[in-house]
């Protein structure tokens, strides 16, 4: 077909307006680039561990040791809503000074960064019977790609927003919340994906992973944690299709991501029922396991199970630390994780190859790990109590400190004992399957500093009950972290001498701070309770 | 219909002649044949019979034996998380210790009925879809495991006992807005400790210190010695009453040392202190105060 060359210069137009470069970034929202990118750009926080190795290390130094004690509050987002116990647990997200921050209850909002006003807010109209979602209506954060956001709900929904108005462009069911499902976790966006995993294990659930298409909504791939009948791990089940199909492995917390070798790293949680295990023999795989998968078709390249056969609720659901290290010599590329079992690993993330295992409580459960990477159990609790089955550490982020070689991650020093019972099993009930006995006097918290080497105890710093915060690191030598009493915290990462601490009013559950540049000022950020407050070393 | 008016047939008569007045007047501007009154005149009473008994006040397991056990299943599978598996409670995340419900806070069947299905708003209670006779026989576990105090009368002389709490205890414990405040309130705590406990508490106040009321010595920076009883701690700071019943804040960085004590602030009040029989006095008058 014959053209002129006046169409020919029309034609050429359309193309380059279409073109992604055409637009300035800003206008665009950030690009897998720009997240591949991670800190380099630190007006950003672009994904829920700020980049895709789970390190919570920023490169930021304004702030740092000797002027950290001139830490103020800059301004505080109340939210103005309830919420079941817990508070925020969630993580906002930076771009070009708007911050995309995710409440209980399924409520979101777009924040000015500099002054914690709101743009807009989302509200979803959750249904009345909730299961999992309503004792536990947490939501960790939202994942970002262009101008979309992603957030996953407590009615098990994946939903995708318009970042400029709160407007929902897409949503889908994962799974139906009324059997036990529910979904909490801040989505990972790797690729053209969006990676999300479920929340479910105290209920009649079988745990997956899936990856989504970000603008048509239609799922890509899915990876599930029970294997199904004949598969490759059911051999650790029982030959029963209705216990597998009700196995747990519940993935509700955000993963890592490799982009050399294209893999992402991902925890996860309890078999089920929890502490009753006589209808399920054998190793349980991949409940309390890290698996790595393939970010393109979601096959799983290794995996590695923490606690085999757990009767404890010791979820794996942890962020997988992800660096590049000197091991005895040679350079390693590794995964890291502060274990609910007691127990700090180092893995060759490329095979998946056991290299350290050391306990970083005092724990009585195990004190090693075998040759064969399976913990060598000296007290199955009939010797004395255990960590609680909320675990030495939970889902709370911990920090990689690469100068100085330090792990650090808030502990949990808890004395239990495990009663297990014949559940019910009935639809849509939780399902633990025993009870626990928690001795409250001896419990207590600590914010400690592993050499990564050698698993040991480099410094600590107490807490007076055992607490649920996150920690961040910054390359001035800070380490921020947040207790159950409420406290906001700068540590030396170098010693552990507390710097600075800010009472925010209540917990610091489940949250870790994040930290931006904004006009030539560093800010740090912490959720508590269901307000947001923003530090900085003088006012703008 | 008919079975149901036969059970209830007491206060059906009773609510019909009152209705066919009610009935009577609102025709009056309505114009309805008579043959219709009867009809009207019962659905009128089971509409009113029903907003009675869908509230149920009372447990209609109460009698049943069975039903305690049936509970405490229930409560360990579905309760125990939170409420820990004694139903004593989690400090931790504020889940009230249920055993003290029905005495400090003057629960009933149905008021308790009513939290289980459906939750506090705002808090982590959550609503419950368990079926109406499940929810019963957690009523029924709970009256089960309630703190009885004590139920029977102590022999004493509450008169007698008055002038003895005046003397040795009056300082520090209140009963009805009478008395101190650096230990507990004695108003009602006959509710919820028995007669044992109690005069074990008054014999060897160090053996079990309730949990608003832990000893601490601190050790300000110019050697001096503050006592007082904890009421909040955190890494950094800590917050008493003290020994003359003065609330204070201190910053730890403030502080020299912070002395967590076994000792109770309490004294012991031995034999040569008090008898047997003057604290059956004290205690007996505790009681009559209630």
């Not at chain 1, 979904?183 to 990972?188: C, E, H, N, R, Y």
């Not at chain 1, 925890?267 to 409940?287: A, F, I, K, S």
């Not at chain 1, 390249?301 to 404890?312: E, L, M």
């Not at chain 2, 009372?58 to 305690?68: G, M």
Request: a negative charge; proline letters at 6%.
């Amino acid at each position: 077909m014959k053209t002129t060359l006046k169409s020919n210069f029309c034609i050429a137009g359309v193309i380059w307006l279409l073109s992604a470069s055409a637009f300035s970034q800003s206008i665009e929202g950030p690009s897998f680039e720009d997240l591949l990118a991670g800190f380099s750009d630190p007006s950003r926080w672009l994904t829920y561990s700020g980049d895709y190795s789970g390190t919570r290390h920023s490169p930021l130094t304004q702030i740092s040791p000797t002027n950290v004690e001139e830490l103020r509050p800059v301004w505080t987002f109340q939210s103005g809503t309830t919420t079941r116990g817990r508070g925020w647990e969630t993580t906002p997200l930076l771009d070009d000074g708007v911050l995309y921050v995710t409440g209980s209850n399924n409520l979101a909002w777009a924040l000015d960064a500099r002054t914690g006003r709101s743009f807009w807010q989302y509200r979803r109209n959750l249904p009345d019977d909730l299961t999992y979602g309503a004792s536990a209506p947490v939501n960790r954060g939202f994942g970002m790609l262009g101008n979309q956001l992603f957030m996953v709900t407590l009615d098990a929904h994946l939903m995708s927003f318009d970042r400029r108005t709160g407007e929902v462009l897409w949503e889908r069911e994962l799974a139906d919340y009324q059997i036990g499902y529910s979904a909490t976790m801040a989505p990972l966006i790797v690729g053209n994906k969006v990676i999300v995993g479920i929340s479910g294990g105290e209920y009649q659930t079988r745990g997956f992973i899936d990856a989504f298409d970000p603008v048509s909504g239609e799922r890509i791939w899915r990876f599930n944690t029970i294997p199904g009948p004949g598969e490759p791990g059911s051999e650790t089940w029982p030959n029963d299709p209705q216990i597998l199909a009700q196995g747990g492995g519940g993935t509700w917390m955000n993963g890592s991501y490799d982009p050399d070798l294209n893999l992402i790293y991902w925890g996860v949680g309890n078999p089920n029922p929890d502490y009753y295990d006589e209808n399920r023999p054998g190793d349980n795989l991949y409940t309390d396991s890290i698996v790595a998968l393939d970010a393109n078709t979601g096959e799983l390249r290794w995996h590695y199970q923490f606690t085999p056969h757990d009767v404890n609720d010791w979820d794996s659901n942890h962020m997988p630390v992800l660096a590049n290290i000197d091991w005895e010599g040679e350079p390693r590329r590794v995964v890291m994780v502060g274990n609910r079992n007691g127990f700090f690993y180092v893995l060759d993330r490329v095979t998946g190859e056991f290299l350290l295992g050391e306990p970083f409580t005092a724990t009585t459960w195990a004190r090693e790990i075998g040759d064969d990477g399976r913990p060598i159990i000296v007290n199955d609790g009939s010797l004395g109590c255990l960590p609680d089955p909320w675990g030495s550490t939970n889902f709370y982020p911990p920090t990689f400190f690469p100068g100085l070689d330090l792990f650090i991650l808030t502990a949990r020093e808890t004395c239990a004992t495990y009663v297990p019972e014949l559940p019910a099993n009935t639809r849509g009930q939780s399902n633990f399957g025993g009870t626990v006995f928690i001795d409250a006097e001896q419990g207590y918290g600590a914010l400690r500093a592993l050499d990564i080497h050698t698993g040991d105890l480099e410094w600590e710093f107490t807490y007076p009950s055992p607490t649920f915060g996150g920690v961040m690191s910054t390359a001035s030598g800070l380490v921020f972290a947040g207790d159950h009493e409420g406290n906001f915290m700068a540590f030396s990462a170098a010693t552990g001498e507390n710097l600075w601490h800010y009472q925010t009013g209540t917990r610091i559950w489940g949250a870790a701070a994040i930290t931006y540049m904004l006009d030539g000022l560093q800010y740090v950020l912490i959720p508590s309770g269901t307000t947001l407050t923003a530090f900085a070393t003088r006012m703008p | 219909m008919g079975l149901f008016l036969l059970s209830h047939h007491k206060f059906f008569v009773i609510l019909s002649s009152l209705n066919l007045r009610i009935i009577k007047r609102i025709v009056k501007f309505i114009h309805l044949p008579k043959r219709f009154y009867f009809l009207a005149n019962c659905l009128l009473s089971l509409f009113l019979m029903s907003e009675f008994t869908s509230a149920q006040e009372v447990n209609p397991l109460a009698a049943d034996s069975r039903a305690a056990r049936a509970g405490g299943s229930i409560f360990r599978a579905q309760c125990a998380t939170c409420h820990g598996a004694d139903a004593k409670g989690i400090q931790s995340i504020e889940a009230p210790d249920l055993t003290l419900m029905f005495t400090r806070s003057e629960s009933t069947d149905a008021s308790v009925f009513q939290v289980i299905r459906e939750g506090i708003p705002g808090s982590i209670m959550p609503p419950h879809a368990f079926p109406d006779a499940e929810i019963w026989m957690l009523v029924s576990y709970l009256r089960s495991v309630a703190i009885a105090g004590t139920s029977a009368q102590i022999d004493g002389d509450p008169r007698r006992g008055m002038t003895l709490f005046n003397l040795n205890c009056s300082r520090c414990h209140r009963v009805d807005n009478l008395g101190g405040s650096l230990g507990p309130d004695l108003s009602t705590i006959t509710n919820r400790r028995s007669q044992g406990a109690l005069t074990n508490s008054i014999r060897n106040p160090s053996a079990v210190i309730a949990r608003r009321y832990k000893p601490v010595t601190l050790v300000t920076e110019d050697n001096g010695r503050i006592q007082g009883t904890v009421k909040s701690e955190d890494a950094f700071s800590i917050q008493i009453m003290d020994s003359n019943q003065v609330l204070r804040g201190f910053r730890k960085s403030s502080l020299q040392e912070v002395i967590h004590e076994e000792i109770s602030l309490m004294p012991s009040f031995t034999e040569s202190v008090l008898s047997g029989d003057d604290i059956d006095d004290v205690l007996r008058f505790l009681q009559s105060a209630r």
